[in-house]
């Protein structure tokens, strides 16, 4: 999916919070390949939550533990000292809702990439358009099951121990290419 390609996007506030999905998780590549940073989440007494409602969990120091393994995973890239203060806020804020936490981080990427899409929220579930319902692209189990995505490689942290890697997070395509990533970048 290319955002450029939308005047403004939707995000779905209102659906129930479906489960395994790349809202709470992401990859990473690591000295010891493709590594999962995920954020843990506060069960609900009740079975179903919309995900606007979704709360973060600390009880294990999730966002300490990521930090680290950001830090091992990109420390000698490139760019790592231009944008660790920035990732980093990330993992030391604590957000109490996921949505705030995806929020931070996604307006965070779209400055970085120069995207000028504008970003409006759901007030209720709505069925929409197939063909520009993007909401059940983001299960993890489809992470490298999108053969239509194309990625354009990039010199990746270990690319001298694995081939190139796609469909990790903004981050490696950050700390690798810089204030190129938004010419590289194919949404």
């Given at each position: 999916?290319?955002?450029?390609?939308?005047?403004?996007?939707?995000?779905?506030?209102?659906?129930?919070?479906?489960?395994q999905?790349?809202?709470?998780?992401?990859?990473?590549?690591?000295a010891n390949?493709?590594l999962?940073?995920?954020?843990?989440?506060?069960?609900?007494?009740?079975?179903?939550?919309?995900?606007?409602?979704?709360r973060i969990?600390?009880?294990?120091?999730?966002?300490?533990?990521a930090?680290?393994?950001?830090?091992?995973?990109y420390?000698?890239?490139?760019?790592?000292?231009?944008f660790?203060?920035?990732?980093?806020?990330?993992?030391?804020?604590?957000?109490?809702?996921?949505?705030?936490l995806?929020?931070d981080?996604?307006?965070?990427?779209?400055?970085?990439f120069?995207?000028?899409?504008?970003?409006?929220?759901?007030?209720?579930?709505n069925?929409?358009?197939?063909?520009?319902?993007?909401?059940?692209?983001?299960?993890?189990?489809?992470?490298?099951?999108?053969?239509?995505i194309?990625f354009?490689p990039?010199?990746?942290?270990?690319?001298?121990?694995f081939?190139?890697?796609?469909?990790?997070?903004?981050?490696?395509?950050?700390?690798?290419?810089?204030?190129?990533s938004?010419?590289?970048?194919?949404?």
């Open positions: 999916m290319n955002l450029r390609k939308f005047d403004t996007i939707s995000i779905e506030t209102c659906e129930n919070f479906p489960k999905t790349f809202r709470n998780r992401t990859y990473i590549l690591s390949g493709i999962s940073i995920n954020v843990p989440l506060i069960k609900a007494t009740n079975i179903k939550q919309k995900t606007s409602e979704i969990s600390y009880t294990e120091n999730w966002n300490i533990k930090w680290r393994t950001i830090t091992s995973a420390s000698k890239s490139i760019y790592f000292e231009y660790e203060d920035d990732i980093k806020n990330f993992f030391t804020n604590k957000y109490e809702k996921l949505i705030d995806n929020l981080i996604l307006y965070y990427f779209i400055n970085k120069d995207i000028k899409t504008k970003i409006e929220f759901t007030q209720n579930y069925i929409i358009n197939q063909d520009y319902d993007f909401r059940n692209k983001f299960f993890a189990n489809k992470r490298e099951n999108d053969s239509n194309k354009t990039y010199i990746q942290c270990f690319s001298d121990k081939p190139f890697t796609r469909n990790l997070s903004c981050i490696d395509l950050l700390m690798n290419t810089g204030k190129e938004n010419l590289i970048i194919n949404f």
